[in-house]
């Protein structure tokens, strides 16, 4: 089942590094990136920040555990000249030390740990994801900061800040 997004889109990606080095990545089953390795990623769902949705997707897709340590980039676009498609990037911390990969089989065929120059030098990366692989993204990212109070007169019930240290 198909859901109606709207015209302007927001999803989440998550660059997650092991303690080796190695990126979390996934084979999609469908769309543009069926069969070759991307992060893994999804969209925003009602009542979810975007750092909470990127934890969700990575559990769904590839049942490994982690947090949000900073934002790394933005992707934007538009497709067909009418919908406005964008990516916030998060940097992910495997949380549970040594995880399996327990796959989420509708939407993706394989996912495993590979180093950046497995990455790069495979041919089967997305666009996307060799460009990341070809930059020191860590030193980049934008940090995390909780516990933030805007004002109670915006009613948020959740509220998180990233930027630069």
Request: with cysteine.
């Amino acid at each position: 089942m198909k859901k109606d997004r709207g015209k302007v889109w927001l999803g989440v990606a998550g660059v997650v590094i092991n303690g080796d080095g190695k990126w979390l990545v996934v084979k999609k089953t469908y769309s543009g990136l069926k069969g070759i390795w991307s992060l893994p990623a999804g969209f925003v769902q009602v009542g979810e920040t975007a750092d909470e949705a990127v934890v969700r997707e990575v559990l769904e897709e590839t049942g490994i555990q982690c947090e949000v340590s900073g934002l790394i980039g933005f992707r934007t676009g538009v497709i067909r000249g009418e919908i406005s498609d964008n990516m916030a990037i998060f940097y992910c911390i495997p949380t549970d030390g040594e995880q399996f990969i327990k796959i989420q089989e509708s939407e993706v065929s394989e996912a495993c740990w590979l180093s950046v120059e497995e990455l790069v030098d495979s041919g089967e990366a997305s666009v996307m994801l060799e460009e990341m692989a070809s930059h020191e993204l860590i030193h980049h990212q934008l940090f995390k900061k909780d516990g933030i109070n805007p004002g109670d007169v915006f009613e948020y019930s959740s509220y998180r800040l990233f930027f630069n240290k």
